[in-house]
C-alpha cells in the first residue's frame, strides 16, 4: 500500500478493512472472533478491539504463511467447540451471507473450501474436484500443472473446519511448496488422507477482492458504492445522479427522500423520511471527539452546498440552505437557517428563523461556548452571537448586531452604531478629488 497505515486499516466507506470483515462476522452470528496480527501492531488490535469488545487477539511471531497464521489462534481453537470459519481482513465485500453458507455447509463436509469462477488465469490458486464434484485440493498458481491452471474455479482462501480435527490437519501441514511456507490450502489433502470429507461453496468473485494497492482500494470502494445505492434506490429513495452520491457504510436513508447530484455521506448519518437533500451537500455523523451521528428528521430540506458536522441533529420540517454550516448544534421543529451561517454548539428553537450571516461565535480561542436561542426567535441578518449567550422565545435581534449579553424573551435587541448622514458631503468629496486628481 505504500503507507505507513497498516493495509488492514485503511478504510473503504469509512470502515477498515478489518472493520468490514469483523462487521461480516458479527453478523453472521459468529459467537467468538479472534484476530491475528503481526509483531508490533498495536494499532491492528486496538481497532479489532474497538470494534468488537471480547475478541481475542493473536501475533504470529513469523511470517511463516496461512497455516502458521492460523495456527498463532491455537488456544481459542483448542477452547472451541464447533465450526471455525478462517477470514482475511483485506475482503472488504465479503458478505454475512457466504459466511452463513460456509458454516451451513460444515453440517456435511469436515472442511469446506470458498471458491469462485474466474476468467483470471494468472493470479488464483485452484480448487480441484474429482469426477463427483468432492474437493480434492486446493493448487496454488506457482505450484500448479498447465491443465490446473486451466481450472477455472478458483480459491478465495476462506475456509472453515469443524473444530474436533482441525487441529490435528493444520499441525500436519508441511512447507513442501514453491515459498517454503505453510499453506494453509494443504489442509484439504491432508485432511483426506485421514478420511476427512471436504466441501465447497460457490460466492461472486468480486465478493472476494482482497486488497493490495491503492487501485484495488478504489475499486473495493467503488463496488461498495454500487450495492450501498443499489440498497438505498430499492428502500424507496430517489438518486438523481446515483454515481455521484457517495455513502458511508453505516449511512441510514428513509422512504421518499430525494437526493440531488453529489452528495457526501460520511460516518453515522441517518436520515428520515420525506427529505430533500439537495446537490453539492457534504454529511459526517461522528469523528474522534463527537460520536453522537447526525440526525436529519422527517420532511426536512437541507442544501445546496450545505455542510452538517458531527452533532448536527435536524427536526421536522426543517430548512438549512445553501451555504449553512452546523455543528453539534440541535434545530428543533421548523426552524430555518436557509444561507450563509453558521451554527455551532447551539440549540435553535422550534420555528426560530436565522438570518444570513449569523454566525455562533462559540470558540474563544480556548473552549466552546453554547448558545442557546428560543422557539420563533428572529435572528436578522449579519448577526454575530458570543456564546454562552441565550436568547430567549419570540425575542428579535437587529440585523448587524453583536450579542454577548442574554436577551429576554420578546424583546427586541440590537447594537447598531447611530446613523449619521452629512447632506451633499459624497458630491464636494467627489469634486475634490476630481481636481486633485487633474
Known amino acids: 500500500m505504500r503507507s505507513a497505515v497498516p493495509k488492514v486499516l485503511h478504510p473503504v466507506a469509512g470502515r477498515s478493512l478489518l472493520g468490514h470483515v469483523i462487521a461480516a462476522a458479527r453478523a453472521a452470528s459468529a459467537t467468538q472472533i479472534a484476530v491475528v496480527v503481526g509483531p508490533g501492531m498495536e494499532d491492528v488490535s486496538e481497532e479489532a478491539q474497538k470494534l468488537a469488545p471480547g475478541v481475542e487477539i493473536f501475533v504470529q511471531a513469523e511470517q511463516r504463511g496461512t497455516a502458521d497464521a492460523v495456527l498463532a489462534a491455537r488456544p481459542a481453537i483448542a477452547a472451541h467447540d464447533g465450526s471455525v470459519v478462517v477470514l482475511f481482513g483485506d475482503t472488504p465485500l465479503l458478505t454475512p451471507a457466504t459466511i452463513a ?111 493490495n494497492d491503492r487501485a484495488q482500494l478504489s475499486a473495493a470502494e467503488a463496488e461498495f458504492q454500487a450495492r450501498k445505492r443499489a440498497d438505498v434506490m430499492a428502500g424507496g429513495a430517489t438518486l438523481i445522479a446515483p454515481e455521484t452520491v457517495h455513502f458511508s457504510n453505516d449511512t441510514v436513508i428513509g422512504q421518499d427522500v430525494v437526493i440531488e447530484p453529489f452528495v457526501v455521506f460520511g460516518p453515522g448519518v441517518t436520515v428520515g423520511s420525506n427529505v430533500t437533500i439537495r446537490a453539492f451537500t457534504h454529511i459526517v455523523g461522528v469523528d474522534r471527539k463527537i460520536t453522537t451521528g447526525a440526525r436529519i428528521a422527517d420532511g426536512v430540506e437541507l442544501g ?69 436561542i428560543g422557539a420563533g426567535a428572529f435572528i436578522g441578518s449579519n448577526t454575530a452571537l458570543v456564546a454562552p449567550v441565550r436568547i430567549g422565545d419570540g425575542a428579535m435581534v437587529g440585523a448587524g448586531s453583536v450579542i454577548s449579553k442574554d436577551v429576554a424573551a420578546d424583546a427586541l435587541a440590537l447594537t447598531r452604531a447611530p446613523h449619521e448622514e452629512r447632506e451633499g458631503w459624497a458630491a464636494k468629496f467627489r469634486a475634490m478629488m476630481a481636481r486633485r486628481k487633474k
Not at 480448487?127 to 500443472?145: F, M, N
Not at 420555528?351 to 480556548?366: E, L, S
Open 101 to 211: 453458507a460456509t458454516e451451513a455447509r460444515l453440517a456435511q463436509s469436515d472442511i469446506v473450501v470458498v471458491g469462485y469462477q474466474s476468467n483470471d488465469t494468472t493470479n488464483y490458486g485452484r480448487i480441484l474436484t474429482d469426477a463427483g464434484g468432492q474437493v480434492t485440493a486446493i493448487r496454488e498458481l506457482k505450484d500448479a500443472s498447465a491443465a490446473e491452471r486451466a481450472v477455472r474455479f478458483c480459491n478465495s482462501g476462506v475456509m472453515g473446519f469443524r473444530s474436533a480435527r482441525m487441529l490435528e490437519v493444520l499441525d500436519a501441514i508441511g512447507s513442501t511448496n514453491a515459498k517454503g511456507e505453510f499453506y494453509l490450502t494443504d489442509a484439504v489433502e491432508i485432511g483426506r488422507t485421514k478420511g476427512l470429507s471436504v466441501g465447497s461453496v460457490s460466492t461472486d468473485e468480486r465478493e472476494m477482492q482482497g486488497i
Open 304 to 372: 445546496p452546498f450545505s455542510r452538517l458536522r458531527p452533532g448536527a441533529d435536524l427536526g421536522r420540517n426543517v430548512h438549512v440552505g445553501n451555504f449553512v454550516e452546523v455543528k453539534n448544534a440541535v434545530l428543533e421543529a421548523g426552524a430555518k437557517a436557509n444561507h450563509l451561517t453558521y451554527l455551532g454548539d447551539a440549540r435553535i428553537g422550534a420555528g426560530a428563523n436565522i438570518g444570513a450571516g449569523t454566525i455562533t461565535c462559540n470558540y474563544d480561542g480556548f473552549n466552546k461556548h453554547h448558545t442557546d
